[in-house]
């Protein structure tokens, strides 16, 4: 098997299903894309798709009563190539992994601080853990530098400071300030700024765009905003209800898209200085109830292009151009009538 | 782990398979018999409660029937729990006497709830000067050892059967209180509420219609917490001596017994079961408690 | 926080005025005459009627109510509580005579059940579901259900009666013998007394542990990669342990009431014990003094809690 060099995580073929109230909720099924040094790689996707599982996956942190069925996740990490679904979740190899090789922020900074110890405690704790200090004195002191990189005034003030006296945006670089402690090889963001003002999104997307340059980190971002996409990403996947059903070079999905998901996401956002006058296209319908899934394309029964033969099965992975993937019966169907033309 | 990984295949067989069970519609009855123990305490319940309810139909002998002839007995054919000091057969006592326990703190915990959800609704409702006075003798009440106040109140008014039950009554009803009004205070300014407002609904009929049936969960869970505890303080209390009087049979008054010593070292039959039953009955209506709670409680998944 | 405990005392002071109001109303409406617990008994018996009329005057029992509560509450703020009805003896004598065996007996039991309430509530948090789980839930359930004092005959039976390990009931004074002494004594009762305590604490520190393990920052502290050991321990249970002090808080009234029968099953020469036959005496006014002295112990400790709740929580602030 050949690899390019480029690429931190190799996720193939993901299952994961989880099994609460004695029901089994196939969440993921069959998930495939790469991350890559220095490049950030969006997923977008309602909520609901599995967009969190595949981070959660990826970090050995999905719920206790769930489990990877098939496929696999690999971390190319210090010259080897370490098999993460093979890993036990709670493990000590693991545990080495999250934190040191990757680390995670998650939507709401500020459930994500635990109240009840100083932010400056709880970076540190990174720092001690994974031998990225040599004493308490010195992580405060390396956690007060880490505050200052991330842009939080008073760094020295702040770091003994309770994550209740820091605002939403203060948290979230604070965590963010925590994830980058040991310089992890990727950092997985998921909805980081779902729940702040948009002001501070901004500021938060461009302290990611900075340790991208700066560490070349390999940042997977989770998001349900295609401005977001936009805006940052490098490469993108859209997924639909526990599939990625497009793909590839983020400018190449987002000018091109090519399955009616990704279309109809785009074409569902209003875009700014256009006025009244744009035309707005819902999407109809409601995500399917993933006990009573479709049998064939997850999203036939809200499509527009849907035939019997969607009915069928999942439409195979097909390359609409080089590094632009979709799965896509109407595609394929347009694809053919182009090669017989 | 292995263990998990085997549950999660058969769920995932039969799901395959396409067996899926079956789900009650009503989501807080669905919970609530999903809750073995919960099953199980409304099943001990019942049955202590019919066996006390229907004593005759258990026993032949009466509960405050003297018979010298035969007194401190242990268990025999004639008599399955053996007798007491006097000769009273004690399985006929634990059976009347749980008719006396249990409607003492039944009948203490819903009067105590009636007065305490009726108080707080008024007041939670209306609030202003009734509101203030109620809650500050409410605090006063509560900052009392409820044993100690109970013990004080027996001091007052003497010992009898009905006295204790006014006791009670008076001593439980603030927690029934406190939590009616403050289901008020937070429903109160909910916009249902100020559009039945809007309609012309007279605030009594709002505050007792339409907000109170939203408490009726947390309601049901503090009967069941008061019974308990009125129940064991009834034992306590007659175990002292100073509950019911000694001649009604009460499950108390069949342990009070057991303050002699070679009463406790040799007739075991006369507290033990007693106190069994006692334990029993209390532990079923916890159960039926728990279950209660996280049945109606909507922030527990289901 | 001396300010806010200030503050807070202040605050305590009209409810306890309105509370000294009714407990002498509750010693004014008992029958029989007030000069009876003014006055030594011994004195009372050597007494003509016309010497009661006088003293009854000169100890202003003719006065009108009001200015007889006043006096009243003005002896009980300089340490004059009245004598008891059966023995003669000043109430605060008896207090003091009683009081060290009761705050040994139930800052035992206090410290047993919060120790071993937290210890087994985290073991089954943690081990959820499994055999030592289900154990330990259906000894808490048995706990909170079986009435304290026939667990105590029960232990009775067992300990004293049959094994003859420890001694039926009673305590030694402090000054006769050394703690190891008295330690037998002690146990069976404080264990007994504690047991309630500790069921209920051991349940709801299972439940607030969970619910801490099941938080957002728990899932960010296992993506730094700690040990899972640290991680439950100390961010688990650093944040469930405030709700679990509040509730041994809230508990500690029913550890008074139950001090009152433990010492009765036991013979333990407490203020409860005292209490107990003061009320089966009608002893009205040493009831109602041992029933005001609850109530402030109940309102201290509940200062007491906010302070620590506050120590604990660093969102908490006192005011």
Redesign the interface.
Known sequence: MERNQDVVVKVEDLHV?F?N????NKVLRGVSFELKKGKIMCIVGESGCGKSVTANSIMGLLP??S?IEKGSITFHYQGEDIRIDRLKRKGKEMRKLRGEGMAMIFQDPMTALNPVFTVGYQINEALLYHNGASSRKDATKKSIQLLKEMGIPLPKQRVKEYPHQFSGGMSQRAMIAMAMSCRPKVLIADEPTTALDVTIQAQIFELMLDLKETNDTAILLITHDMGVVAELADDVAVMYMGNIVESGDARAVLTRPSHPYTKALLDSIPVLGRGREQKLEPIKGSTPDP?NRPAGCQFAPRCAYATPECETGMPPESMVEEGHMCRCFHHLRKKEGEAND | MSS??R??DK??A??EAGQ??KRMKNRALRKMFANRLSVAGIIIFVVILFMCCAAPLFTPYDATKVDLRSILQPPSAEHILGTDKIGRDIWARILFGGRVSIAVGLGSALIATVLGVSLGTIAGYKGGWLDGIVM?VS??MM???????V??L???TGQSLWNLIFIFSLTGWPSMYRMARSQMLSLREQEYVQALKAFGIGGMRIAFKHILPNAIGPIFVNITLST?MFI?QE??LS????GVPLEVATWGNI?NV??D?TI??QA?WI??PT?IA??LF??SI??IGDGLRDATDPSQ?G | MTNYVIRKILSLIP?ML??SF?IYL?IE?MPGDAVDFLIPPDALSTMSETQLNEMRESLGLNDPFMVRYVKWLGGVLHGDFGYSLQSGVPVATLMKNHLPATIELTVTALIFSSIFGILFGVISALKKGSILDQMLSVVG??G???????LG??C??AFA??LNLLP?GGRMASMDQNFFERLPYLIMPALVLGFSLTSGVMRYARGSMLDSMGKDYMKTARAKGIPEWRLNLLHGLRAALTPVVVLIGFRL??L???A??IE??FQWPGIGAL??D???A?N?PL??M??FF??LL??ISSIIVDIVTAALDPRIKLS
């Open positions: 299903n099994y109230n004695d029901r089994c206790d009563l489990r006990y | 998990l990984d549950k999660m769920i995932l039969r799901e899926i069970k500050k605090e006063i900052a009392f050892p409820q044993m100690i106040l013990l004080i027996v001091t007052i308990a064991l034992a306590a175990f002292l001596g100073l342990l057991a303050q010593l406790l070292k075991w507290w033990l106190g006692v334990t209390v532990i916890n159960f998944i | 409810m309105v509370l009714l509750g409406l359930m048995i909170v259900a079986i009435p304290q004092f026939l005959l029960i009775i039976n009666l049959h039926v009234p029913m008074i009431g139950g009152v029968v009765e099953v209490f107990v003061s009320v089966r009608q009205t009831v109602m041992i029933g609850s109530v109940v309102l």
